[in-house]
C-alpha cells in the first residue's frame, strides 16, 4: 500500500492532539485515505519540552526545512507569520499538500497562498482556521458553490463569547468576567487580541473572502472590541429582549453608485434573545449564513481547543491525503471575483441608543428633531423616569432604538444628540442585526 510522509510543524495545544489522531488511529485513517498516513516527523523550537501527549522522542527535530523536504503531506500547526509563512511557501513549491490553522497568515494572504498552490497545482486546506472544529469553510466553499451568499454573521471567538455571556447570566462587569475566564483558561494571560476583536477580524477576512470569491484581508474588516460593553450595557439589552455578542459580519451591499460592495465588520452586536445566536453560550462559536436559494443555514460547535481543533485539522489531511491517492491536481480558491471592501460608513444598520437627559419638558422634542433631521426613523423608545443616582435627581435614561439607516447617518444623529445641552451623556451606543 502506499505510504504519505506526514509532516507536522508545531506541537503545541492542536499539534500535540494532531499527533496523537495520526499515531493512536493510523489503522482507520489507512482504511479511509487508501493509504498509509507516516508521521514522519515533528518540527519544534524545543525538542526536550514537555508535550501535552506521550510522543516518540525520535519524531522531534527543529531542522523543520529538511522535515518538509522529505514530505507528501505538510502540517503547519506553529502559528504566526513567521517563519510559518515561507515554510508554507516551501512546502507548496516543493509540491506537498498543505494543512493549517494559522488564521493570522491567512487573513493576511489567502489569495497569495492559494493562487501559489494552484499554480503549483497542490491543495491547501485550512478548515481549522475559523471557528475550531465547526465544518464552516468546507460548507461555504464546496456545498454553497452554486448558491449565492449574501450574509454570514458568527460567534467565532469563544474567549469574548464566554465573557459576554459571563455578563449575561451573572451580571458580572466586564473584568471579573475576563479574570474567571482567565481563571478556566478561555482567555490568554495577554488576552488583547480576543477582547479587541483581532482574532475575529481575521476569520471575518477569511469568512468573506470564501462567500464572496474574492479577496479580503485585515485591512478590510472594521474592527471594535468588547472592553468598552458594561455590566448596564448587558442587562439593558436584557430588558430589550436582546444579549450582547461580538459579531463577525460580511455582507453584500449596495455601494451607493449601482454596484455591490461587501462590507466586513466585527464589533459587539444586540441581538435578539430569540435568534439562534443567541442561544450560543460559554465559549462555543457558531455561523449563520444567509443564501439565495438555500435561505439561512446555522454551524454550532466547539470553536477552539486542542482536541476539537485537531478534528477539523485531520479531516483536512483526509480529505487531501485522498486526492494525493487519485491523483489530480489540488482544489483552489476562487478569488477572482471583483467585489470590493466597502468602508463602515456604508454598511447600513440599526442602532440602539442610551442616553442620559434632564428630565425637563421639550428634551424629547429636540432629540426627535435630530431623527427627523437626519432621516433616522426610531423604532422604539423606552424612558426610565427614576434618579439614576442619589445625588443627579433630576435625570432620566432614554433607550432608543432605530430602524436600518446607514452607519454614517446613525453616526452623525449620535453627535448631534451628544451636542444637545439637556444630554448629560451618551451611556452606549450599540449596533442592532437580526431584530
Ligand atoms: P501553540 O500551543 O502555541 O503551539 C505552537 C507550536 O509551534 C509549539 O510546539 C512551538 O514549539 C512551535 N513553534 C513555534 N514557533 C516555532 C518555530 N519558529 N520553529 C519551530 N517550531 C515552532 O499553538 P496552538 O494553540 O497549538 O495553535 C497552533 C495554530 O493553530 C495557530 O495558528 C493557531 O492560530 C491555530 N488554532 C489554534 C486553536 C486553538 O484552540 N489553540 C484553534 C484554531 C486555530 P515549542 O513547543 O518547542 O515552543
Known amino acids: 500500500m502506499k505510504k504519505l510522509r506526514v509532516a507536522l510543524l508545531g506541537c503545541g495545544n492542536v499539534g500535540s492532539q494532531v499527533a496523537r489522531i495520526l499515531l493512536d488511529d493510523a489503522g482507520e485513517l489507512t482504511t479511509r485515505v487508501g493509504a498509509e498516513l507516516e508521521l514522519a516527523g515533528i518540527a519544534v523550537r524545543n525538542t526536550a519540552a514537555p508535550r501535552d501527549v506521550e510522543l ?88 454553497l458553490a452554486g448558491d449565492r451568499i449574501t450574509k454570514v454573521m458568527g460567534i467565532v471567538n469563544g474567549t469574548t463569547n464566554y465573557i459576554l455571556d459571563a455578563m449575561d447570566t451573572t451580571g458580572a462587569q466586564f473584568d471579573d468576567a475576563l479574570a474567571r475566564a482567565q481563571e478556566l483558561g478561555y482567555a490568554e494571560a495577554d488576552p488583547t ?3 479587541e476583536g483581532h ?20 485591512d478590510d474588516v472594521h474592527c471594535e472590541g468588547i472592553t468598552a460593553v458594561t455590566a448596564d450595557d448587558v442587562a439593558a439589552a436584557r430588558e430589550q429582549g436582546m444579549v450582547i455578542k461580538l459579531l463577525a459580519i460580511a455582507e453584500r451591499l449596495g455601494d451607493g453608485n449601482g454596484s455591490e460592495g461587501v462590507g466586513v465588520r466585527v464589533h459587539p452586536t444586540l441581538i435578539p434573545r430569540v435568534h439562534p445566536l443567541a ?26 481547543g486542542g482536541k476539537p481543533t485537531a478534528s477539523a485539522v485531520v479531516g483536512d489531511v483526509v480529505s487531501a491525503a485522498r486526492r494525493v491517492v487519485l491523483g489530480g491536481p489540488g482544489r483552489t480558491e476562487s478569488t477572482t471575483g471583483t467585489v470590493k471592501a ?55 435614561t432614554l433607550r432608543f432604538v432605530t430602524h436600518q439607516g446607514s452607519e ?19 451611556t452606549s451606543v450599540l449596533r442592532v442585526e437580526g431584530n
Open 408 to 426: 454614517a447617518a446613525l453616526a452623525a444623529t449620535v453627535a448631534d444628540i451628544e451636542a444637545l445641552k439637556v444630554v448629560t451623556a451618551v
Open 56 to 143: 516518540p522522542a525520535a519524531l522531534f527535530t527543529t531542522d523543520a526545512e529538511a522535515l518538509i523536504d522529505d514530505a507528501d503531506i505538510v502540517i503547519e500547526l506553529m502559528g504566526g507569520l513567521e517563519p510559518a509563512a515561507t515554510l508554507i511557501r516551501r512546502a507548496i513549491d516543493g509540491g506537498a499538500t498543505v494543512v493549517t490553522g494559522n488564521k493570522a497568515l491567512l487573513a493576511k494572504d489567502l489569495p497569495g497562498l492559494s493562487a501559489r498552490a494552484g499554480e503549483a497545482g497542490v491543495q491547501l486546506s485550512y478548515e481549522a482556521a475559523v471557528a475550531g472544529a465547526i465544518p464552516i469553510l468546507r460548507p461555504i466553499r464546496d456545498s
Open 279 to 304: 442561544a450560543v453560550h460559554g465559549a462555543f462559536n457558531a455561523v449563520f449564513v444567509e443564501a439565495d436559494n438555500a435561505g439561512e443555514l446555522m454551524f454550532y460547535g466547539q470553536g477552539a
Open 199 to 218: 482574532d475575529a477580524a481575521a476569520k471575518a477576512a477569511i469568512l468573506a473572502t470564501l462567500s464572496f470569491h474574492a479577496p479580503f484581508d485585515l
Open 342 to 396: 466597502l468602508p463602515i460608513e456604508a454598511v447600513s444598520t440599526s442602532y440602539s441608543i442610551g442616553l442620559r437627559v434632564n428630565d425637563k419638558t421639550g428634551v424629547l422634542a429636540k432629540i426627535a428633531t435630530i431623527f427627523t433631521d437626519r432621516g433616522v426613523s426610531i423604532e422604539s423608545m423606552r424612558q426610565i423616569p427614576e434618579p439614576v443616582d442619589g445625588d443627579d435627581p433630576g435625570s432620566a
Open 193 to 195: 487580541a480576543d477582547i
